[in-house]
């Protein structure tokens, strides 16, 4: 058992809203970051230096369509192993983790959760009573289905037979959000949760996301192949 907290950073992206997030062993100091932004590489790199950490993993919840993952430039400025889920079949990471997987990062235990549905290969990450989400559970929200393989009945699934089934206590760190919400938990996502908590059925979650009418993300048309290549531009162009 790991003899302190887990510690942990949460930075944010204005242009695209995410969240990425460092966590780390304080007795260690092995770190992991999850969904990096290309953009924000100098501030990411600058602050595990700053706090004398050794970066272990640099992860991904799922294949981004609205902003290019940091991944690639991490790992070579750091020697930090890319990981990603299993279903997204990114095979220039150096982990491809499957459902029910476990990673170390000092005394602690990440464990890989498969939660598909906004994408194929979406993975949400649990670990020290902390659930990362990605893009499958947002606060008061979820993940859209509308592209990139989506499917609507699959992330009911996910986060109804899967997500909603770890402690209520657990907090819940997604990997974006548009209205200044920080964290929430499993229990408030249950009670509060507009578009799949209050106990709301399949087929009313199905008619919610079937009439979202949302834009599509801006650099999808960039975004997708540059994080089939861990976020190599140049390797995407060839």
Avoid at 55 to 77: F, N
Avoid at 198 to 214: P, V
């Amino acid at each position: 058992m790991p003899t302190s907290e887990l510690k942990m950073r949460q930075l944010f992206d204005y242009d695209t809203w995410t969240y990425t997030y460092l966590i780390y062993d304080p007795n260690t100091r092995e770190a992991a970051l999850i969904d990096t932004v290309q953009e924000q590489v100098e501030r990411d790199l600058q602050l595990i230096e700053e706090l004398g950490l050794k970066l272990k993993y640099v992860m991904d919840t799922h294949v981004h369509a609205d902003h290019i993952t940091g991944a690639d430039t991490i790992r070579g400025a750091t020697g930090a192993k890319g990981v990603v889920g299993f279903g997204t079949h990114v095979a220039c990471a150096d982990l491809s983790l499957k459902d029910g997987e476990e990673i170390s990062l000092g005394g602690f235990k990440i464990k890989a959760l498969a939660t598909p549905g906004h994408t194929d290969g979406c993975m949400s990450y649990y670990v020290a009573e902390r659930v990362f989400s990605g893009d499958a559970l947002l606060i008061r929200g979820t993940g859209r289905t509308d592209f990139q393989q989506g499917s609507s009945e699959t992330l009911y699934d996910s986060i109804t037979q899967k997500l909603f089934t770890l402690p209520d206590e657990t907090r819940v760190f997604p990997a974006h959000d548009y209205r200044g919400q920080t964290v929430s938990s499993i229990d408030e996502e249950k009670r509060f949760n507009p578009r799949v908590g209050t106990h709301k059925t399949k087929e009313e979650f199905l008619q919610i996301m079937k009439n979202l009418n949302l834009a599509m993300p801006k650099k999808i048309q960039m975004a997708v192949p540059a994080n089939m290549k861990c976020g190599s531009l140049v390797k995407a162009a060839e």
